[in-house]
């Protein structure tokens, strides 16, 4: 295939230098650091720059924050040929896969959104690395009217560049689920590091300090816009989060040792419980669109 990356950070670079190392197909790139073409290409992980004309790809992949997203698509789908598929990685959907679907098939143009979950505590193009979906999962949220096709060719293009277990699921729930299990960890971690005693914590810590705070580092752009584009699903996920702290706060705070230790033993089973489901679920995996009206 003949594939655009657009926006070269951590997750457009990494996808360029996976498709470089790993397939045949043709990399091309488009993004607004200058700087950023110039040294992709001396790496060989393009094989040219696009500006304007995104006419004759197979596939385009657009590595934006969401609003970016949105813009970009609009702003260049005029010059798209008809049959090209146009996906976007980014972190929250909302309603932009209803916004660009409905345009682009106007077009002729297939759009699909997904999120590849796969990232580090840096980012930019400097940060990406061709390894980085080796075993990961995709998310796709294809709408009623996406054909089953298109699917199968994004699927195929994820497993080529290393992702090796798919989600089929809504927009909806999608954002529902990404509240959880990845936007609540990271505002976890910010929080965790305002502690005054963190300036003293070498020495003192381990595994444990180091896993919970290494996303602290995030990037304070991105990480905001997609916060204030799921305000509503986080909200909830804080809100639960807060009242468990304050289970164990009181049970602390009252040396009530029995409604501890129920405590812990409680999350110690439901760990175990998920990461028994985890070993028996397939690859492969399709959440119905019913199971977002849950939430």
């Known amino acids: 295939m003949k594939i655009l990356v657009v926006g070269l950070g951590l997750i457009g670079g990494s996808v360029c230098k996976a498709l470089h190392t790993f397939t045949d197909h043709g990399v091309y790139g488009c993004d607004i650091n200058s700087e950023i073409l110039d040294k992709a290409l001396a790496q060989h992980v393009i094989d040219g720059v696009v500006t304007e004309d995104c006419s004759g790809f197979d596939l385009i992949v657009v590595s934006l ?18 049959g090209t598929i146009v996906i976007d990685v980014a972190g929250v959907k909302g309603e932009i896969p209803e916004i660009l679907g409905t345009l682009c098939a106007e077009k002729g143009v297939h759009y699909l959104a997904t999120h590849p979950m796969a990232g580090k505590e840096r980012f930019g193009f400097d940060a990406s690395d061709e390894n980085l979906f080796q075993g990961a999962n995709f998310i796709l949220t294809p709408l009623t009217e996406t054909p089953k096709s298109v699917v199968a060719q994004v699927k195929n293009f994820a497993h080529q560049i290393g992702f090796r277990r798919f989600v089929t699921t809504t927009p909806k729930l999608h954002d529902r689920m990404i509240a959880y299990t990845s936007q609540l960890a990271h505002v976890v971690a910010s929080s965790y590091v305002k502690s005054p005693v963190i300036t003293l914590e070498s020495g003192f810590s381990g595994g444990s300090f180091h896993d919970m705070t290494r996303i602290a580092t995030m990037n304070e752009e991105m990480w905001t816009m997609l916060f204030m584009e799921n305000r509503e699903s986080l909200l909830e996920e804080l809100d639960v989060l807060i009242g468990n702290l304050q289970d164990y706060r009181t049970a602390l705070e009252n040396a009530d040792e029995e409604s501890l230790r129920h405590l812990i033993a409680d999350g110690r089973h439901r760990k175990e419980e998920n990461l028994q489901r985890r070993r028996n679920s397939p690859s492969d995996i399709e959440l119905l669109r019913e199971i977002s009206e849950n939430f």
């Open 65 to 82: 924050y969401p609003k970016l997203t949105r813009k970009w698509v609009q702003e260049n789908l005029s010059t798209m040929d008809a």
